[in-house]
């Protein structure tokens, strides 16, 4: 196989939803938290999404890029639309859930974030609100970490690098854990969908790091960001961000 051809190759073969060497922004909520009719018209939009991706993915070699990119923007907007749906819902609190609220809840979250941080994934910012996490992070997986197995006649790539999925099964499964052993309670803590976005650009991850880091001046709990007990900032990107 020629070079150009191999490459071909490999990024058919490559996750597309979550790919290799992406910034993700994920929404994470406590169960209950939304009310479920609502939750019921979202997943079935989401198998529509979902379907509409695999054909988009499934035409990319044969239909004019243009084509391809504007059927991709329309189905991202049609996340987006969504997401604001769900976050105005979480932000008014009026049902369900809110132990994040509690200090020792938000402890137990904020704790697995800090200790997986370089283990599985780049952290950049988090903030804990009453009933959901929003958390911008790198997985330390990327395409120099990868390699190719054969498995039933077809070809895909493999990483010892923890994946997207395998970090939210680990973060949401160790902070139920313990959060369920002090609230003495029994039953799901965490819904099982979560809302991930992976960032395509460096002005689409100051839009997001600023979204994060402000959820709570936005909902009209602080004036200031720091001032939140459940946000966090890297180090390296408050320069940045000291005057928000």
Not at 126 to 134: D, E, L, R
Not at 163 to 174: D, R, V
Not at 176 to 184: G, I, Q
């Amino acid at each position: 196989m020629s070079k150009s051809g191999y490459k071909q190759f490999y990024d058919r073969n490559l996750p597309h939803i979550h790919p290799p060497d992406s910034i993700f922004f994920v929404t994470f909520r406590l169960a209950d938290s939304i009310p479920k009719a609502i939750v019921k018209q979202y997943q079935s939009k989401k198998v529509w999404f979902e379907n509409e991706l695999r054909r988009i993915d499934n035409k990319k070699d044969i239909e004019p890029s243009e084509i391809i990119e504007n059927q991709q923007q329309s189905l991202l907007e049609f996340r987006r639309t969504w997401f604001k749906k769900y976050e105005d819902i979480l932000d008014k609190t009026k049902d369900g859930p809110t132990w994040l609220g509690e200090n020792e809840i938000k402890q137990i979250v904020a704790e697995k974030l800090h200790e997986d941080d370089g283990k599985k994934y780049r952290l950049d910012a988090f903030c804990i609100m009453s009933n959901h996490v929003h958390v911008v992070f790198k997985p330390n997986i990327s395409k120099l970490n990868l390699r190719e197995v054969i498995k039933d006649n077809k070809a895909k790539f493999i990483s010892d690098e923890a994946t997207l999925p395998q970090i939210m099964q680990s973060l949401k499964g160790s902070t139920a854990r313990k959060a369920n052993l002090y609230l003495k309670r029994t039953g799901s803590f965490w819904e099982t969908e979560s809302y991930d976005h992976y960032i395509r650009n460096d002005d689409e991850f100051y839009r997001v790091i600023k979204y994060t880091i402000n959820n709570p001046v936005k909902a009209n709990l602080v004036n200031n960001w720091q001032d939140w007990s459940g946000t966090y900032l890297a180090e390296r990107l408050k320069i940045k961000y000291d005057t928000l």
